[in-house]
């Protein structure tokens, strides 16, 4: 199976429809992580193994995300030599599948049937319930390396394994062996699970022992009530005997308990008698406590009263004298205020002078500031000019750069040097005749007149030299040397680029160059000083400081406004400003002086009249504070003589409370006596016969509660006797059933052991053929691996056609040790050997989802080799991150996911 186009719309981040086009061969799907990559390779999946109608957690989260959009795929693949268009919408509950027939779409299937059709033909499964797994993907499971998944953990399905039987021409069987094999497995799935091989519980044998284990526990259930019956009756004759015994204790306890009344009334009484001598006692002990605080009360206040009135003879004699102060300091304090205000107005009339003053003052330094922003104006604009006069000249000058000028000065050496070689190389050439000789020369191609006359002449060439001698003859002289030749193209070539070089600027002598270059860097550094100097002088802009200007002139008309017409300072305009600043500084120091003055005589008066005030407030505070204690003691003593008024309001004398007291202690004495008698009789009268009661009382309450129980416990047991002899079942029958059913269950073991064996048998003939039929998938692995990784690892396959082990220096161990870039590139190998051997029958499909993430630059190039040579005969889709690794394929169609477009849908 082949796939030529993927169309999906509203799938996943594909909102607009777009169409993929996949070519036989080699496909490489490219670009950056999340763009796309996986959820295409997904989308072949899902499209092939998921139920239109499925309702799984994956088909809801292909729409796109915050939408209600309604996902849809279309691919087209080829089978058989066939063409096929699948088309599913999942939210919409459609499939449809299609088959092209002379050019045009013929309409096969719909529905359920469309989705049944469509296994039939790319192999695999539906899953009967939830999402889809590899084991369901046909040749998908072993063909297609999705992404996180490149070792395949679960067996190989059957439709893999049949599919490379019928590659290598493999029979296992007969259609008559098929029928025995069928009937063997279905016998054997009738009697054991699948997997476990065990024993089904629903299977006629597991019944059987099912019917033994019962018939068992039913025999063993009726020895248990034999048994439980006679322990039944033993109990029924044992509790008779403890019931008997138990009731007469019970007479026994009753009558020791109705001896015992008598003495237990006697302790009652006695106890009653104690209790109303010791409420008599404590009623005394009571009145007698509350007469005596009742004393102390009346002394303890007779007490304070007298401290009262002695406290109050202190305080009045502290009142006057603090009184008498207090009037004094208060006078003193008038007079003091009256001297402040005075000395306030005069404050206030300096302050006055002080601002004027400082109005003109500060109005004179404006007018001076004025002068100096004028003058940094004028400055700023003479700055101006001569910084435009200087970058006018430095901008008429053109001159090279210094990089540009070391590499004239580089060219014009290499000039120097080059003629300077070939002058030292060439053929020098000197005439001395003593007549008169003319004729022509010609230098390396170059023709010059010459004309002798008893004189010398020298002429020098580099390659050739021809002489023309007039009326005498022609001599031509030819050094042969290459090397000239090449110096002469060189030398070409450095004037070339020295002109170009040269040509823009305006002599092509180097030191005027060169003194242009200094003058115009010297005009630069006029620049920069004179930019210099602008940024420094001219940080606000000349509209700034025009504004400035104009701010002052305005402040200054304002303030000279602000001094009275009639004041002396207002005379001060327009005279010589630096005397009139002096003056008004030295006239605004002496009011400062005066103001000064003022302020420290009349903050020593106010400090006097707060130590003054303080002193009143203390003073204030300690005679209200003494009155306070004296009203504080006249409300005491008030109070404390009406709670005497109502203790002795009753008109009896301290001595006859007295007497009271003691008449009320001699009866507490006499009554405390008669009660220490009542103690001393406690144990014997009240406590010794009231326990001997209260135990006699306890165990007649058990005799009774275990008569009780014991008559609830022997009906109990009587009905349960009934019971079991109404349930019992003979046992002789049981046994007998179960015998019978035993040999039953011999037989039946037997049968079965014997299909378990078969099937055992079967299953190991079949391995051992699919061992032989893995062995062409196993060389071709293992001459991919030889490409990949040099001679150093040999595969080997387990029985179910699966990778297992490998062998280095000749030793065999487990896949697992090898790094997880290696087992991937082992798999990816696997998958590449499968789909060429079973592209012999039809062209196969192989997916490879980022297989050599973890492969190095050497064994990367021998992987692009074994890629481009297995996809001579079948599809490979290699899906990347990093295209780089694969732009060396030729051949090759690469698809970037960021060129893929929306289509237009009509």
């Given at each position: 199976m082949n796939i030529q186009t993927i169309q999906l719309e509203n799938w996943k981040k594909f909102t607009e429809p777009v169409s993929i086009q996949l070519k036989d061969g080699l496909n490489v799907l490219y670009g950056p992580n999340e763009s796309g990559k996986t959820t295409l390779i997904d989308s072949i999946i899902t499209t092939f193994y998921s139920k239109h109608t499925s309702n799984s957690q994956k088909i809801k989260n292909l729409k796109p995300w915050g939408t209600s959009l309604h996902?849809?795929?279309?691919?087209?693949?080829?089978?058989?030599?066939?063409?096929?268009?699948?088309?599913?919408?999942?939210?919409?509950?459609?499939?449809l599948l299609e088959k092209m027939d002379q050019g045009s779409w013929m309409r096969i299937a719909e529905g359920d049937k469309a989705d049944k059709q469509l296994i039939e033909l790319v192999g695999g499964q539906m899953p009967t319930r939830g999402d889809t797994k590899p084991e369901y993907w046909g040749l998908g499971q072993t063909l297609w390396m999705v992404q996180g998944t490149p070792i395949i953990q679960e067996e190989l399905n059957d439709e893999t394994r049949s599919s490379m039987q019928k590659m290598v021409g493999a029979t296992i069987e007969s259609e008559e062996e098929k029928n025995v094999l069928k009937e063997i497995n279905s016998r054997f799935l009738e009697n054991f699970s699948p997997k476990k091989k065990e024993l089904k519980k629903k299977s006629q044998l597991g019944i059987l022992?099912?019917?033994i284990a019962r018939l068992k526990n039913d025999l063993n259930a009726s020895q248990e009530n034999i048994n439980k019956k006679e322990t039944l009756m033993r109990t029924l004759e044992d509790n008779q005997i403890i019931f008997g015994k138990n009731k007469a204790n019970l007479e026994a306890a009753l009558k020791e308990k109705d001896e015992l009344d008598e003495k237990v009334s006697e302790a009652n009484e006695h106890q009653r008698n104690r209790e109303k001598l010791e409420s008599e006692i404590n009623k005394l002990r009571t009145e007698f406590q509350s007469s005596k605080e009742r004393v102390d009360e009346i002394n303890k206040s007779k007490n304070e009263i007298n401290r009262i009135i002695k406290s109050n003879d202190e305080i009045n004699l502290q009142l006057d004298p603090l009184n008498a102060e207090s009037s004094n300091l208060n006078q003193k304090m008038e007079d003091n205020t009256s001297t402040v205000r005075g000395l306030d107005e005069k404050i206030s009339s300096y302050l006055e002078e002080k601002r004027i003053v400082g109005i003109a003052h500060t109005a004179v330094m404006d007018e001076m500031s004025l002068d100096g922003k004028e003058n940094q104006l004028k400055e700023i604009t003479d700055l101006k000019e001569d910084y435009q006069s200087t970058k006018e000249k430095f901008d008429s000058i053109l001159v090279p750069g210094e990089k540009e000028f070391s590499k004239i000065e580089e060219l014009s050496q290499d000039i120097r040097d080059a003629e300077t070689s070939l002058k030292a190389i060439g053929l020098n050439i000197k005439t001395t005749t003593p007549q008169r000789m003319s004729g022509e020369i010609v230098l390396d191609h170059d023709k010059e007149q010459f004309n002798l006359e008893g004189e010398s002449q020298t002429w020098t060439a580099h390659q050739s030299v021809k002489i023309v001698i007039d009326q005498v003859g022609e001599i031509e002289v030819t050094s042969g040397s290459q090397d000239v030749q090449g110096m002469k193209e060189t030398l070409e070539k450095i004037k070339t680029q020295y002109q170009e070089l040269i040509d823009p600027y305006p002599t092509s002598d180097l030191s005027q160059l060169k003194s242009l270059m200094n003058q115009k860097e010297s005009l630069q550094?006029?620049?920069?000083?004179?930019?210099?100097?602008?940024?420094?002088k001219d940080e606000k802009g000349e509209k700034g400081i025009s504004n400035e200007i104009l701010t002052l002139k305005n402040r200054i008309k304002s303030n000279w406004n602000k001094i009275p017409s009639g004041s002396v300072y207002s005379e001060c305009e327009g005279k010589d400003k630096s005397r009139v600043r002096e003056e008004l500084s030295r006239k605004i120091n002496q009011i400062e002086d005066v103001i000064n003055q003022l302020q420290k005589d009349r903050h020593q008066l106010s400090e006097i009249l707060e130590n003054d005030r303080k002193t009143v407030k203390n003073t204030t505070n300690i005679i209200v504070e003494l009155k306070t204690q004296l009203h504080g003691n006249n409300q005491r003593k008030e109070e404390i003589e009406n709670r005497l008024t109502r203790l002795t309001e009753d008109g009896r004398s301290i001595e006859e409370r007295d007497y009271e007291l003691n008449q009320l202690s001699v009866k507490i004495e006499q009554k405390e006596r008669a009660w220490n008698v009542y103690q001393d009789e406690i144990e014997e009268i009240e406590v010794r016969p009231l326990k001997t009661?209260?135990?006699?009382?306890?165990?007649?309450?058990?005799?009774?509660?275990?008569?009780r129980k014991q008559e609830i416990s022997h009906a109990g047991m009587e009905r349960e006797l009934s019971m079991l002899i109404a349930q019992s079942t003979d046992s002789s029958v049981l046994s007998e059933k179960l015998a019978q059913l035993e040999f039953k269950e011999k037989e039946l073991e037997t049968e079965v052991a014997a299909i378990k064996l078969l099937y055992s048998l079967t299953n190991f003939y079949r391995d051992n053929t699919i061992c032989k039929i893995s062995q062409p998938l196993e060389t071709k692995v293992t001459e991919d691996m030889d490409r990949l990784f040099g001679p150093k690892y040999a595969l080997k396959f387990d029985s179910k056609m699966k990778p297992e082990s490998i062998q280095a220096s000749g030793q065999e161990a487990s896949l697992d040790i090898l790094s997880f870039g290696t087992q991937e590139q082992v798999w990816c190998l696997f998958r590449l050997a499968l789909g060429s051997i079973l592209s012999s029958g039809e062209k196969q499909l192989v997916v490879l989802d980022d297989p050599l993430v973890n492969t190095d630059p050497v064994r990367m190039h021998h992987a692009r080799e074994i890629l481009e040579e297995n996809a001579r005969n079948m599809q490979v889709v290699v899906v990347t991150c990093d295209v780089d690794k694969y732009d060396s394929l030729s051949g090759a169609n690469f698809i970037s996911m960021d060129e893929i477009r929306p289509m237009n849908v009509k």
């Amino acid at each position: 199976m082949n796939i030529q186009t993927i169309q999906l719309e509203n799938w996943k981040k594909f909102t607009e429809p777009v169409s993929i086009q996949l070519k036989d061969g080699l496909n490489v799907l490219y670009g950056p992580n999340e763009s796309g990559k996986t959820t295409l390779i997904d989308s072949i999946i899902t499209t092939f193994y998921s139920k239109h109608t499925s309702n799984s957690q994956k088909i809801k989260n292909l729409k796109p995300w915050g939408t209600s959009l309604h996902p849809r795929s279309s691919i087209t693949f080829t089978k058989n030599g066939q063409e096929y268009r699948i088309s599913k919408g999942f939210q919409e509950k459609k499939s449809l599948l299609e088959k092209m027939d002379q050019g045009s779409w013929m309409r096969i299937a719909e529905g359920d049937k469309a989705d049944k059709q469509l296994i039939e033909l790319v192999g695999g499964q539906m899953p009967t319930r939830g999402d889809t797994k590899p084991e369901y993907w046909g040749l998908g499971q072993t063909l297609w390396m999705v992404q996180g998944t490149p070792i395949i953990q679960e067996e190989l399905n059957d439709e893999t394994r049949s599919s490379m039987q019928k590659m290598v021409g493999a029979t296992i069987e007969s259609e008559e062996e098929k029928n025995v094999l069928k009937e063997i497995n279905s016998r054997f799935l009738e009697n054991f699970s699948p997997k476990k091989k065990e024993l089904k519980k629903k299977s006629q044998l597991g019944i059987l022992k099912d019917e033994i284990a019962r018939l068992k526990n039913d025999l063993n259930a009726s020895q248990e009530n034999i048994n439980k019956k006679e322990t039944l009756m033993r109990t029924l004759e044992d509790n008779q005997i403890i019931f008997g015994k138990n009731k007469a204790n019970l007479e026994a306890a009753l009558k020791e308990k109705d001896e015992l009344d008598e003495k237990v009334s006697e302790a009652n009484e006695h106890q009653r008698n104690r209790e109303k001598l010791e409420s008599e006692i404590n009623k005394l002990r009571t009145e007698f406590q509350s007469s005596k605080e009742r004393v102390d009360e009346i002394n303890k206040s007779k007490n304070e009263i007298n401290r009262i009135i002695k406290s109050n003879d202190e305080i009045n004699l502290q009142l006057d004298p603090l009184n008498a102060e207090s009037s004094n300091l208060n006078q003193k304090m008038e007079d003091n205020t009256s001297t402040v205000r005075g000395l306030d107005e005069k404050i206030s009339s300096y302050l006055e002078e002080k601002r004027i003053v400082g109005i003109a003052h500060t109005a004179v330094m404006d007018e001076m500031s004025l002068d100096g922003k004028e003058n940094q104006l004028k400055e700023i604009t003479d700055l101006k000019e001569d910084y435009q006069s200087t970058k006018e000249k430095f901008d008429s000058i053109l001159v090279p750069g210094e990089k540009e000028f070391s590499k004239i000065e580089e060219l014009s050496q290499d000039i120097r040097d080059a003629e300077t070689s070939l002058k030292a190389i060439g053929l020098n050439i000197k005439t001395t005749t003593p007549q008169r000789m003319s004729g022509e020369i010609v230098l390396d191609h170059d023709k010059e007149q010459f004309n002798l006359e008893g004189e010398s002449q020298t002429w020098t060439a580099h390659q050739s030299v021809k002489i023309v001698i007039d009326q005498v003859g022609e001599i031509e002289v030819t050094s042969g040397s290459q090397d000239v030749q090449g110096m002469k193209e060189t030398l070409e070539k450095i004037k070339t680029q020295y002109q170009e070089l040269i040509d823009p600027y305006p002599t092509s002598d180097l030191s005027q160059l060169k003194s242009l270059m200094n003058q115009k860097e010297s005009l630069q550094t006029d620049l920069k000083w004179l930019q210099g100097q602008l940024d420094k002088k001219d940080e606000k802009g000349e509209k700034g400081i025009s504004n400035e200007i104009l701010t002052l002139k305005n402040r200054i008309k304002s303030n000279w406004n602000k001094i009275p017409s009639g004041s002396v300072y207002s005379e001060c305009e327009g005279k010589d400003k630096s005397r009139v600043r002096e003056e008004l500084s030295r006239k605004i120091n002496q009011i400062e002086d005066v103001i000064n003055q003022l302020q420290k005589d009349r903050h020593q008066l106010s400090e006097i009249l707060e130590n003054d005030r303080k002193t009143v407030k203390n003073t204030t505070n300690i005679i209200v504070e003494l009155k306070t204690q004296l009203h504080g003691n006249n409300q005491r003593k008030e109070e404390i003589e009406n709670r005497l008024t109502r203790l002795t309001e009753d008109g009896r004398s301290i001595e006859e409370r007295d007497y009271e007291l003691n008449q009320l202690s001699v009866k507490i004495e006499q009554k405390e006596r008669a009660w220490n008698v009542y103690q001393d009789e406690i144990e014997e009268i009240e406590v010794r016969p009231l326990k001997t009661f209260e135990g006699l009382n306890n165990r007649v309450k058990r005799l009774d509660d275990e008569i009780r129980k014991q008559e609830i416990s022997h009906a109990g047991m009587e009905r349960e006797l009934s019971m079991l002899i109404a349930q019992s079942t003979d046992s002789s029958v049981l046994s007998e059933k179960l015998a019978q059913l035993e040999f039953k269950e011999k037989e039946l073991e037997t049968e079965v052991a014997a299909i378990k064996l078969l099937y055992s048998l079967t299953n190991f003939y079949r391995d051992n053929t699919i061992c032989k039929i893995s062995q062409p998938l196993e060389t071709k692995v293992t001459e991919d691996m030889d490409r990949l990784f040099g001679p150093k690892y040999a595969l080997k396959f387990d029985s179910k056609m699966k990778p297992e082990s490998i062998q280095a220096s000749g030793q065999e161990a487990s896949l697992d040790i090898l790094s997880f870039g290696t087992q991937e590139q082992v798999w990816c190998l696997f998958r590449l050997a499968l789909g060429s051997i079973l592209s012999s029958g039809e062209k196969q499909l192989v997916v490879l989802d980022d297989p050599l993430v973890n492969t190095d630059p050497v064994r990367m190039h021998h992987a692009r080799e074994i890629l481009e040579e297995n996809a001579r005969n079948m599809q490979v889709v290699v899906v990347t991150c990093d295209v780089d690794k694969y732009d060396s394929l030729s051949g090759a169609n690469f698809i970037s996911m960021d060129e893929i477009r929306p289509m237009n849908v009509k």
